[in-house]
DNA sequence: CGTCCCGTTGACGGCGCTCAAAACAGGTGG
DNA sequence: CCACCTGTTTTGAGCGCCGTCAACGGGACG
């Protein structure tokens, strides 16, 4: 385990190789082979909307968008990856259906199509795993889906801000922000424009604080109130 | 096989375990056990979001819608489901994130959570089956948070016309319509009179043709290309 | 100091939502 | 068969949210 060459336990398949009794050693050793580690810097694509897909990666560091760009027009992010989720596992189709492009410097795990399916059969205890990992993408889509489909813009920013706070973490803290005002506005599925314009209104009622590359909760409950549905009653009563 | 009580080679448990070789019939005998048949009426609610999830149901026949209600507000359909894909495996929750509900009649098998996950760990070849599953499902999320991003609602109407065709059929056929427009608007972010308007310009343009429960393609391409992005210059233009 | 990029702010117009009523279909009972 | 009622679909009028266009400010960097 630790000498694995990949020398990373919470990788979903080194992990649950591991973990795996029946198997056990001989399998970490076989799977090193196959696993090649990658790291791509902050705004580097990882690979791109259209290109024949062969690999699969695991990311172990850093965040990752998913970006699509259909025909002429402006991109939409279809979500944010972060450490320990799988990206570029495409099986019905040769070519990768979105963008993946690099946050923050990454630091990945990248396996063949080929290989990976080879471990899955063999490795019940990893195909679980990854079920589960599919599992949680299903879910954050289908948050974005009900984001895009009901909320108007205040309770979409006030909705992605609440998202940004790591699990556990304490409230009143500052949190990092890596996405631009128009990145935000493509995972939203607003204008660069309106997203600022909300920000600054919520700044003006000292719901959020946003110094350059950073944001800071203010008044949660408010802010939380906001991201539930615009309920009719206009918002500017709850937040003056 | 044809002796299994479920009696269906389609599904995604049997048809992977009959194929499985290496288990091969004993699995078989031993999945019949904890598979249970259940039918459902059209309009039917199969589960309610929020209620505690114990089972999960492959679809046999018919199709399921999947919405959610944010607080009080109108309600949002997160995806249609058709015959041989998985709902309610939940695994990270204890309840349901959406309420599941019969459009058609439907035929589905239902099994335990417990009892999927001691399945999926003895059969590599149904845990691969279930990963394309949800595969394809996520797929289908991405497609729909790039219509409600960015398309106007002229172009999210005509890839829902589009999505109607069932896979290698013949266009310039009648395809049935089972969702109402209020279903519509739910699933595309509009509001039920906008749905209407645009069938109704398109109807005017002889785009289709739409008796009550049917839909009938009349220009293809098109429809083809109002589903495109909106491409700034007014879609009167192609329409007219 | 000039340039570039990002964020902010203002003015304006249009798409699509809201509200309301009419047209229509389907089912039920007289 | 027709009157009646209920729920769906259509159509109209009005307006508000938000997208577009444009100009400005500020920090990073050469």
Redesign the pocket.
């Known amino acids: 385990m630790l000498n694995c060459r990949c020398q990373h336990g919470q990788c979903v398949l080194c992990g649950a190789l591991v973990t795996s009794g029946d198997h056990g050693k001989a399998q970490v050793c076989e799977i090193r082979g196959v696993l090649n580690r990658r790291r791509y810097a902050a705004g580097e694509v990882v690979f791109r909307e259209g290109t024949p897909c062969t690999q699969l990666l695991v990311l172990r560091t850093g965040q990752l968008k998913l970006t699509t760009m259909p025909l002429t027009g402006?991109e939409q992010i279809l979500g944010l990856l972060v450490a320990g989720q799988l990206v570029g596992f495409e099986t019905s189709d040769a070519t990768y259906p979105y963008t993946a492009t690099a946050l923050t410097p990454v630091e990945a795990c990248c396996i063949t199509h080929k290989e990976m399916l080879r471990v899955l059969e063999e490795n019940p205890a990893v195909a679980l795993s990854v079920i589960q990992r599919f599992r949680d993408e299903l879910v954050q889509a289908q948050i974005m889906i009900r984001n895009l489909g009901i909320k108007?813009?205040?309770a979409r920013v006030a909705s992605f801000i609440l998202s940004l706070i790591p699990a556990g973490a304490n409230h009143e803290e500052t949190f990092p922000l890596v996405l631009?005002?128009?990145?935000i506005?493509e995972l939203l599925?607003?204008?660069?424009?309106?997203?600022?314009?909300v920000?600054?209104e919520m700044?003006r009622n000292s719901l959020i604080d946003?110094p350059?590359g950073e944001i800071r909760l203010l008044d949660m409950p408010r802010i939380r109130r906001i991201a539930g549905i615009?309920n009719?009653e206009?918002w500017h009563g709850d937040l003056l």
Do not use: D, K, M, Y
């Not at 631009?180 to 990145?183: A, H, I, T, V």
């Not at 599925?189 to 314009?197: A, I, K, Q």
């Open positions: 402006r108007p813009a205040h631009s005002r128009l990145e506005a599925g607003l204008s660069e424009e309106t997203v600022s314009r920000f600054a700044r946003a350059h615009g009719g206009s």
